[in-house]
């Protein structure tokens, strides 16, 4: 353990052990302020590396903050297991963290934890064994199932393998003395300038560990052997956790199912406090964006940017110091709506009182070109609209339009408009403003000539002159269209109902703009490529073109659902 004086008026320690009951020695350093006395204390636990750094703030506000590397990274003992199964031990070690912080002799007794991500995950894993000194939780950004990491039924190997190459892998290999890259850092620059091509392409995923190391790898290919595995049963912990928490999501995270802790908890938390005073932010934000203006290229304006920190600190003002600052009468839901670059509040999510909107697909059967005739319309479809057909080849699917680190951002869709294989349907020009809140649906009459296929659905929002921009989408593998645990295969050349629940959004379209539905059958490497065998994705190799139709007449309704509020 290093000692050593920091900023002005701030003292840092670093490697402070820090002992688990079953005698593992975890790591932490620990911020505090130079001064007499003793102060609230804030846990972060990551498996990235817990810094040296960014809590400067945090100590000046009256806290000493501990970030600590969890089990089996970087300076911690003990073996990682990742959170693909269900029992890591996590829950037991933040427990045994708290309770240690809250004795240190510069601590006053009480403790909250913050962070993202999988740092959040630390937290939800925690809360339901209440440790008598935690006070409350800021654990933002992770969604409330595994499942939805990834996608129901689906693998998404860009931000996946990404993750397990170049985050996870490097500190494995040094701590078992293998050859290198040993960091992150050394790990992104050989992906970037040489190796990205080779594992976004590799086929079969299911022989991909084999390239990692031991203590990754196994775990790596028990999950691709079980893609449907429900690990965290987040939604049942809620009932266990008393104390509230404080969210931020994104509009464009890829862990935007993490809004679905809000509603957990303000129907099943263990206490009145924890259920009342939970409170959710969503933006117009990315993953590795929250609080700022700008999403992958796009600018959202200065309305958009939110001083996260200041946010957090406020909060822990009032649970763990007792300020009286006003945190306990805000809303519990404050959301920014895209198109008017405003902040709107809520008591839960998604907001009450919506009108419900529907628009039917249709067209003269030429909706694969943006120029075509494929409309969204009020009035029901005809009873004899020709149906719209694609041919989805895997080995050539549609691209992700993402950032170089393969998280997920807006994206101007223009850019994939010389494609035959997506299929557009368009509302007129709008002649009132039109508010779409919520998570819009789409039920889709379709066919295809594989067993198995994908369909995905976006929400784009087209200015006059450019951008359409991306507001939301969703996707449906085929042979799990009606359960996850379970696979029913297509008829080939039979017509089917899907229903794809898009992501949350919020987005007033503009006089003069048009709502815009996109429908094709991929998204790599977002997504893996549906082979169209009806075999195992992940195990296989062979890939086959399938031929797919959409149809939309009065027998087969293909139709967009969203609530809205309309202009007035």
């Known amino acids: 353990m290093l000692t050593q004086t920091g900023a002005l008026g701030i003292i840092v320690e670093t490697d402070v052990s820090v002992p688990m009951r079953d005698g593992v020695v975890l790591r932490a350093n620990v911020f505090r302020p130079d001064a007499a006395g003793q102060f609230p204390g804030l846990l972060v636990r990551t498996p990235y590396g817990k810094g040296a750094e960014g809590y400067e703030r945090y100590v000046r ?25 269900e029992d890591t031990g996590d829950a037991e070690d933040g427990y045994d963290s708290v309770e240690w912080l809250s004795q240190q002799p510069y601590c006053n007794g009480k403790v909250g934890t913050m962070g993202c991500s999988y740092n959040a995950w630390m937290q ?6 209440r440790p008598p000194h935690l006070k409350a939780l800021c654990a933002y950004s992770i ?13 998404r190997p860009a931000r996946r393998v990404h993750w397990w190459m170049n985050t996870i892998a490097p500190d494995l290999r040094r701590r078992k003395n293998l050859p290198g890259p040993h960091t992150p850092e050394e790990a992104r620059k050989i992906w970037h300038e040489l190796e990205h091509g080779r594992w976004l392409t590799f ?9 990692l190391p031991k203590g990754l790898a196994e775990y790596a290919e028990d999950w691709l052997c079980h893609p449907n595995r429900k690990a965290w049963r987040f939604a ?11 969210d931020f999501s994104g509009w464009f995270d890829h862990c935007n199912g993490s809004i679905g802790h809000l509603s957990g908890m303000q129907r099943n938390a263990r206490t009145e406090t924890a259920r009342k005073q939970s409170k959710l932010v969503i933006g117009p934000w990315n993953h590795v964006g ?3 203006r700008k999403s992958g290229d796009l600018d959202f304006g200065p309305q958009a940017q939110l001083d996260l920190d200041g946010m957090i600190v406020r909060w822990f003002d009032h649970w763990l110091n007792g300020m009286e600052n006003g945190v306990d009468r805000e809303p519990s839901v404050r959301y920014f709506v895209m198109g008017s670059s405003k902040w709107k509040v809520a008591s839960t999510w998604p907001p009450e009182g919506k009108e419900r909107a529907v628009w039917y697909l249709g067209s003269s059967g030429d909706a694969n070109q943006v120029t075509g005739s494929g409309r969204l319309i009020e009035a029901t479809p005809g009873d004899k609209e020709p149906c719209d ?14 950032t170089r680190d393969l998280f997920t951002a807006p994206s101007d869709r223009r850019s994939l408009e010389y494609r035959k294989d997506v299929l557009y349907y368009c509302t007129a020009p709008l002649e009132e403003e039109v508010e779409v809140v919520g998570n819009p649906q789409v039920v889709l009459y379709a066919s295809s000539s594989a067993p198995d296929t994908d369909f995905f659905a976006r929400l784009v929002d087209e200015a006059p002159e450019g951008p359409a921009l991306e507001i939301c989408y969703g996707m449906v593998r085929a042979r799990h269209r009606n359960s996850l645990d379970r696979e029913e295969l297509l008829t080939p050349g039979e017509v089917t109902e899907f229903r794809i629940t898009l ?9 003069g703009h048009r709502i815009r539905l996109e429908i094709t059958s991929s998204d790599f490497p977002n997504f893996d490529r549906n082979h169209n065998t009806g075999g195992n994705d992940l195990a296989e190799k062979e890939l086959v073109s399938a031929r797919q139709a959409v149809f939309h007449s009065k027998e087969y309704p293909s139709h967009l659902m969203v609530m809205v509020e309309r202009a007035p």
Request: glycine fraction near 6%; charged fraction near 20%; hydrophobic fraction near 40%.
């Open 203 to 211: 086929m079969p995923w299911l022989e991909l560990p084999r390239y």
């Open 236 to 246: 049942e912990a809620h009932h266990e956790v008393e104390i509230p928490n404080l």
């Open 290 to 292: 929250l609080g700022q």
């Open 124 to 129: 939800w894993k925690l809360a339901p064994l």
């Open 389 to 402: 057909s694609y041919v989805y080849d895997p080995n050539d699917p549609v691209p992700t339009l993402w």
């Open 61 to 85: 506000a009256g806290y000493v903050v501990v970030t600590q590397d969890t089990r089996g990274r970087y300076a911690s003992e003990g073996d990682f297991v990742p959170f693909s199964v």
């Open 143 to 155: 969604p409330v199932e595994l499942t939805e990491v990834d996608w129901p039924g689906a693998f």
């Open 503 to 511: 992501g949350p959004t919020a987005c007033r379209f503009l006089k």
